[in-house]
């Protein structure tokens, strides 16, 4: 009977759909600006990085679960991994 719940533990597992990547272009912003890369997904997170207007990032969900109350979206810039506002980003 272990067994079998174990395997069916693992199978449901396996099921899960994986997050797809998406790509992104950052858009929204002045001539010059940058987007931030932050460590979390708040404005007062630590900057991790930056990312000019036009260039492609890659998604991987995103969330309005944070503190204050603001779309954040879990992105990979030159091989940066963090958090930037959803308002500056635009699916290709």
């Known amino acids: 009977m272990l067994r079998l719940a174990l395997l069916m533990l693992v199978l449901a597992l396996v099921a899960l759909?994986?997050?797809?990547?998406?790509?992104y272009r950052v858009d929204g912003?002045?001539?010059?600006?940058?987007?931030?890369?932050?460590?979390?997904?708040?404005?007062a997170g630590p900057v991790l990085g930056q990312i000019p207007?036009?260039?492609?990032?890659t998604g991987f969900g995103c969330t309005n679960d944070t503190p204050s109350a603001t779309t954040w979206c879990?992105?990979?810039?030159?091989?940066?991994?963090?958090?930037?506002?959803r308002r500056y980003l635009t699916p290709e």
């Open 29 to 43: 912003l002045p001539r010059g600006e940058t987007l931030s890369i932050r460590e979390t997904p708040d404005a």
């Open 74 to 85: 879990r992105v990979r810039f030159d091989g940066t991994l963090g958090w930037a506002r």
């Open 17 to 23: 759909p994986a997050q797809a990547a998406e790509i």
């Open 53 to 57: 207007v036009g260039r492609r990032v």
